[in-house]
């Protein structure tokens, strides 16, 4: 199976995914609370779209002919209604073109990348296959840990993106190429969503670089499409504790596959060494008995459960792929496991301590003072207006 389906592949375009679908999610949510929930401010825009289609305001179907009636006056009910819904569909169908196109590019140049590798650099691999495997595994165990600490961020996404792109409606800047204007609803999409890509075309490509050629399309698509749908079952039905719930288990399921990914690299550079001393395979048909591994530093071995065995392995190749299993440890591959989730420990507490979530060794960061005065000035607020009454 995972000659067909590369887990890691998934999880990595997975989560790329829900980030982008997140945001798009919020631009969907802020069109409607502009246009349903800001009088003044959709009038406006659809004043606006109304002189982009040559037509004056004043002219309108079922408005008033004069130019000076103030906004409020300016539709008739049913017509700021149906100009309201017509006003809604076009911005989205801004959004999901913007979004569309950032997708296509950011698929165009990550198909680009991985045939050019798989098709001019095969005789590389073949030559230390191993030694490759290793410094894949490694890789992609670095950058599956930037990205399942990262991850549990995401709840807060939301929230971050509201306030940029109501700036954005005000007229100010928001960032690199997002300015405020009518083209907001594309640009912003288009950014979001080809940075998002680019990201995941990168940790593929470290990724897939250890991985079957094979492995890949299957694995991309699948995490793509996961992706959108749960991007919009949180738009559309998660609370934040929800959403809070689903990325600390998503940033479990990711780290398993770092720590396994981190300890497979070890036992390939390891394998890598052993090949070496013997100046050849050990054992190409990928058997399990003596012989086929190095009893150097050995913690256990069966002659069973082989992810490498070409007869009865298939079964084992999945639980490989998720959580780093193999048949034989040494005490680098389990020691490595272990230290992988001791970082992944220590810089979540970290991270914590700087944001201001808790205290470390009875020290306080900045944040965290900030939020104790902010804190104390506002149970003060509370206890005089008590007081008050």
């Given at each position: 199976m995972?000659?067909?389906?590369?887990?890691?592949i998934f999880?990595i375009?997975?989560?790329e995914t829900l980030?982008a679908?997140?945001?798009?999610?919020?631009?969907?949510s802020?069109?409607?609370?502009?246009v349903?929930?800001?009088?003044?401010?959709?009038?406006?825009?659809i004043?606006?779209?109304?002189?982009?289609?040559?037509?004056?305001?004043?002219?309108?179907?079922g408005?008033?002919?004069?130019?000076?009636?103030?906004?409020?006056?300016l539709?008739?009910?049913?017509d700021?209604?149906?100009a309201?819904?017509?006003?809604?569909k076009?911005m989205?169908?801004?959004?999901f073109?913007?979004?569309g196109l950032?997708?296509?590019?950011?698929l165009?140049i990550?198909a680009?990348?991985?045939?050019?590798?798989f098709?001019?650099?095969?005789?590389?691999w073949?030559?230390?296959e191993?030694l490759?495997?290793?410094?894949?595994?490694?890789?992609?165990?670095?950058?599956?840990f930037?990205?399942?600490?990262?991850?549990?961020?995401?709840?807060r996404?939301?929230?971050?993106w509201?306030?940029?792109l109501?700036?954005?409606f005000e007229?100010k800047?928001v960032?690199?190429g997002?300015?405020?204007?009518?083209?907001v609803?594309?640009?912003?999409?288009?950014?979001?969503?080809?940075?998002?890509g680019?990201?995941?075309?990168?940790?593929?490509?470290?990724?897939?670089?250890?991985?079957?050629?094979?492995?890949?399309p299957l694995a991309?698509v699948v995490g793509?499409?996961?992706?959108?749908v749960c991007?919009?079952?949180?738009?559309?039905?998660?609370?934040?504790t929800?959403?809070?719930i689903?990325?600390?288990?998503?940033?479990?399921l990711?780290?398993?596959?770092?720590a396994?990914?981190?300890?497979?690299?070890?036992?390939?550079?390891q394998?890598n060494?052993?090949?070496?001393?013997?100046?050849?395979?050990?054992?190409?048909t990928?058997g399990?008995?003596?012989?086929?591994?190095?009893v150097?530093?050995?913690?256990?071995?069966i002659?069973?459960?082989?992810p490498?065995n070409?007869f009865?392995g298939d079964g084992?190749n999945?639980?490989?792929?998720i959580?780093?299993?193999?048949n034989?440890a040494?005490i680098?591959?389990v020691?490595g496991?272990?230290f992988?989730?001791v970082a992944a420990?220590?810089?979540?507490?970290?991270?914590?301590?700087?944001?201001?979530?808790?205290?470390?060794l009875?020290?306080e960061?900045a944040?965290?003072?900030r939020?104790r005065?902010r804190a104390a000035?506002q149970?003060?607020?509370?206890?005089?207006?008590?007081?008050?009454?």
């Open positions: 995972v000659n067909v389906f590369s887990v890691p999880f375009v997975f989560r980030e679908s997140i945001i798009v999610s919020v631009l969907l802020l069109v409607e609370q502009i349903h929930e800001d009088t003044s401010r959709a009038v406006s825009l004043t606006d779209e109304k002189r982009e289609d040559g037509r004056p305001p004043e002219l309108a179907v408005e008033p002919g004069s130019p000076e009636v103030s906004p409020p006056e539709l008739s009910e049913q700021a209604l149906l309201k819904k017509r006003l809604i076009k989205r169908i801004q959004i073109a913007g979004s950032g997708l296509f590019i950011a165009a990550g680009a990348f991985i045939a050019v590798w098709t001019k650099a095969s005789d590389l073949a030559k230390s191993e490759w495997e290793g410094i894949f595994s490694l890789v992609a165990a670095v950058i599956i930037i990205m399942g600490v990262t991850m549990l961020k995401m709840d996404a939301k929230a971050k509201r306030v940029k109501q700036r954005a007229g800047h960032g690199a997002a300015n405020a204007g009518r083209w609803l594309f640009v912003l999409p288009l950014i979001t969503v080809l940075r998002e680019m990201e995941a075309v990168v940790f593929v490509g470290g990724v897939s670089l250890g991985q079957s050629a094979r492995s890949i991309a793509l499409i996961c992706g959108v991007g919009f079952l949180i738009y559309a039905f998660a609370s934040r929800t959403i809070t689903f990325l600390v288990v998503m940033t479990n990711i780290l398993l596959i770092g396994g990914l981190f300890s497979k690299a070890i036992g390939d550079f394998e060494a052993f090949n070496d001393l013997l100046g050849a395979d050990v054992d190409d990928g399990d008995g003596p012989g086929s591994y190095d150097r530093g050995n913690v256990w071995h002659d069973c459960c082989n490498e070409n009865d084992w999945i639980f490989n792929a959580f780093g299993w193999t034989s040494s680098g591959t020691l496991y272990v992988y989730w420990v220590a810089v979540l507490i970290y991270l914590k301590f700087v944001e201001g979530r808790t205290k470390l009875g020290r960061s944040a965290g003072v939020r005065q000035l149970h003060d607020s509370e206890g005089g207006s008590v007081d008050k009454e």
